[in-house]
């Protein structure tokens, strides 16, 4: 006992040090130089992004800024990757504003909630991840996800339309109802000096991307369009800008809700917390096939966690990994956490001496900003790739895209239905695992003889199990048997090679038991031949083994051929399973 809580302090001692790991590189100065060039790159595009992303989760900008000052840091120094960017990102800013708009809430109560809703997503990523229990995330396949973003950047880059256009319209209960109402204001309600500045911002945001694709594109684009919006008037033209942006530090506090919406707030924010995990892990795990750096799913989820728990007790709101400014980082030499560091501290410089600057930047160049960085993840490439590796994986995305489409902006819908059908897929397709009559071909391996035209004998038969038994599938292995049994009434011997069986259940335990109780009342004797060591454990703790007799389990299916024979000789035909001995005519 006592070295077990030895163990359970140093383990957790661990998960909140893991920066001991890298911060000892930062004596060498070219780590530091490295470190501090990709943190400054880095912090040239977090900032515009992260006023955009709060815009999109309906929440003011300095609120992004909030979320994307100390929640870097902290991400850094207690997450696994070195490389990996945290703050605001789309899918969950979209999340976020489908959990709170339908409360109802004024603006300074939406801030309040939204900073709750990160402390919420937080506090079940920390549990989970000091109980390892990170492993609750492959429950999104990955056809899900393919599904999922792909929706989600649509609903995402379509949502900002009206801005660009300087529409403002009544949302709808669902995403094609507020672009209906959209399509129908445009003839009349388009605004063209917002036009006009949106599509400079898109010109030139794919401008920078596609001719200087290593300068901070977004960044320059905010900056040209801040000072034509204020050498035009662009606010006097009617056109909707950023205003007064707070300026200072945000203040720690702890948010408080109504008790009531407190229940409404919970599957959100556990969607909230599995998915952005599912997305910063994703990245991480892309970048350490590169750096070749070890990696932690649970030690990602804690640092992930205390992320989301510092954002919202600093008046910001739920947050996660960022694809691109990762990529960045990467690119632009990031070696140990502290790039991260040095591009929160900025946003943090940013916060208390430039917000004024932002005063004239425009609503519709944030929209800009996020539709041109989301488009990107729309690819539909992953469908077809799904399809080809499992019809079933081309389902559950197709049916994923389409619900989460459906339902939007309540994109939680999406991902509880693909949970599901990949749920009840997997266990439709381990219902009915191969089965086959095994031959020995010339070559000397064992095949389906139905599936390659060989004989097979009356006497003697070999089975092949290809899968694991449990209670959806022991029933379809028994009915298996018994039909292959009927349609061999000479039957003497019959083997079954359960290889493939890594796992087995109670009701997997009790057909065996019945079937080798009906075999040996018609006169069939059973051998089982390559158990893996868990199924003969679990059978020798059943009883079954020593029931059915160690005499009847082989480790190879030769050692049971060679006891067959030497048992019965020339009562069982066997040439069907001996190694072929060609003819003298076939010898060169």
């Known amino acids: 006992m006592k070295n077990y809580l030895s163990q359970l302090l140093l383990d957790a001692a661990q998960r909140f040090t893991p920066f001991l790991d890298w911060i000892g590189e930062l004596k060498n100065p070219e780590t530091i130089k490295a470190d501090i060039l990709a943190g400054v790159t880095v912090a040239l595009i977090l900032i515009p992004q992260s006023m955009a992303y709060a815009q999109l989760a309906g929440l003011p900008p300095q609120v992004g800024l909030y979320a994307a000052f100390l929640v870097p840091i902290i991400a850094a120094l207690f997450g696994s990757s070195r490389q990996l960017q945290n703050g605001p990102v789309a899918i969950i800013s979209l ?32 549990v989970l991840g000091l109980l390892r229990l990170g492993v609750l995330v492959d429950f999104l396949s990955h056809p899900v996800v393919i599904g999922f973003t792909n929706a989600a950047a649509i609903v995402i880059s379509s949502l900002q339309i009206g801005k660009l256009l300087g529409i403002n319209i009544d949302s709808g209960q669902h995403l094609y109802e507020t672009l209906w109402n959209l399509l129908l204001a445009i003839p009349e309600k388009t605004h063209f000096p917002t036009l006009l500045m949106g599509s400079f911002s898109v010109f030139l945001l794919l401008g920078f991307k596609k001719f200087a694709p290593k300068t901070p594109g977004i960044l320059f684009t905010v900056v040209v369009t801040t000072l034509v919006s204020w050498l035009i008037g662009f606010d006097m033209l009617g056109g909707s800008v950023v205003g007064e942006v707070a300026a200072g530090l945000p203040s720690f506090s702890i948010p408080v809700i ?20 599912v997305e910063a892990f994703s990245i991480a795990k892309a970048v350490a096939s590169k750096t070749r750096q070890n990696l932690s799913a649970d030690q990602e ?19 996660s990994g960022s694809f691109s400014r990762t990529a960045v980082a990467y690119d632009a030499g990031a070696r140990t956490g502290f790039t991260a560091i040095v591009s929160g501290l900025i946003v943090g410089v940013t916060l208390l ?28 490439q992953p469908f077809k790739h799904a399809w080809k590796v499992n019809p079933h994986d081309g389902i559950v995305a197709l049916v994923v895209f389409i619900v989460t489409l459906y339902f939007a902006p309540h994109l939680e819908w999406g991902i509880f239905i693909g949970i599901a059908l990949s749920l009840g897929l997997y266990i439709y397709r381990t219902m009915q695992p191969h089965f086959a009559e095994l031959a020995l071909d010339k070559d000397g391996a064992f095949r389906d003889a139905h599936l390659f035209g060989m004989k097979t004998s009356s006497s003697l038969a070999l089975f092949r199990y290809d899968g694991d038994l449990y209670f959806a599938n022991a029933g379809y292995l028994e009915k298996r048997l018994l039909n292959a049994v009927a349609n061999k009434p000479e039957l003497k011997v019959l083997i079954l090679d359960l290889e493939a069986v890594d796992q087995i259940d109670a ?10 109780e009906r075999l040996d009342e018609a006169g069939i004797e059973f051998f089982i031949t390559r158990p893996k060591f868990k199924l003969s454990d679990a059978l020798k703790r059943s009883g079954l083994y020593d029931r059915i007799g160690e005499e009847h389990f082989f480790a190879k299916r030769v050692q049971a051929l060679d006891a067959i024979k030497e048992k019965y000789g020339q009562q069982v035909d066997m040439s069907h399973l001996l190694k072929y001995k060609p003819k003298v005519s076939e010898i060169p």
Do not use: R
């Open 258 to 277: 109504h008790s009531e919406h407190f229940t409404a707030l919970l599957m959100p924010a556990l969607m909230i917390a599995l998915l952005s995990f």
């Open 301 to 319: 989820m804690v640092g992930g966690g205390l992320a989301n728990i510092v954002a919202g007790v600093t008046q910001g709101y739920a947050v």
């Open 507 to 516: 009701t997997g335990e009790e057909m065996l038991m019945h079937m080798s």
């Open 95 to 126: 999340m976020s504003a489908a959990a709170l708009i339908p409360l109802g809430l004024s603006m300074e109560e939406y801030v309040v909630y939204a900073a709750m809703l990160a402390i919420m997503a937080g506090v079940i990523q920390v």
């Open 353 to 380: 001496f430039l917000t004024p600057l932002l005063h004239y930047l425009p609503i519709a160049t944030l929209a800009a900003v996020i539709i041109v960085a989301v488009v990107g993840m729309i690819q539909f």
